[in-house]
């Protein structure tokens, strides 16, 4: 009997009681339809995340592996930046050296105007025109009269030289 017994007490443990306590001594099945759905969403849920997870590492390890189209990709961008900053450099190089030149020329004429103005400067200095005039008067050269001064009319943007005798008006 005590064999027995033994048994029956060992079938209890194995047995897994399905109840909880609420409360004081009401006694219920374990675990509501509600609470069995949550958990099992709950489960999905987290094997869906660690497979997820899984994904996205192979998909990062396979996305850091560099392949030889992209090396090729990367030193044509790189080469051809470098020819782009070097044709830069040249061209802005050149911009510079021109401004240069342009500089001393602008100095050069600002040079010559100074002396040309110098020189005319002088050269109205130098001519004394009443001596002329007196000079001029002792030679027999008189003051035009009224009737031999002619009048043209010329436009604006427009000039006259005379190259002979102007023709008597008669």
Known sequence: MANESRNHTRRKENLKTNYYIDGNTVRRLEGEPEERRQRALEKERAQKRRQNRRAAKRNQEREQRIN??????????????GVVCGAYIHFQSD?????????????????????????????????DLDAIKEQALSFGMKYAAPDQIFYYSVQDNDYMNQYSDIPDSE
């Open 68 to 81: 030889l189209g992209y090396v090729a990709f990367c030193s044509t961008a790189v080469i051809l930046l």
């Open 95 to 127: 911009i510079i050296n021109k401004t240069k030149v342009i500089s001393s020329l602008e100095s050069q004429i600002v040079d010559l105007r100074a002396d040309n103005d110098a020189a005319l400067k002088r050269i109205e200095l130098s001519t």
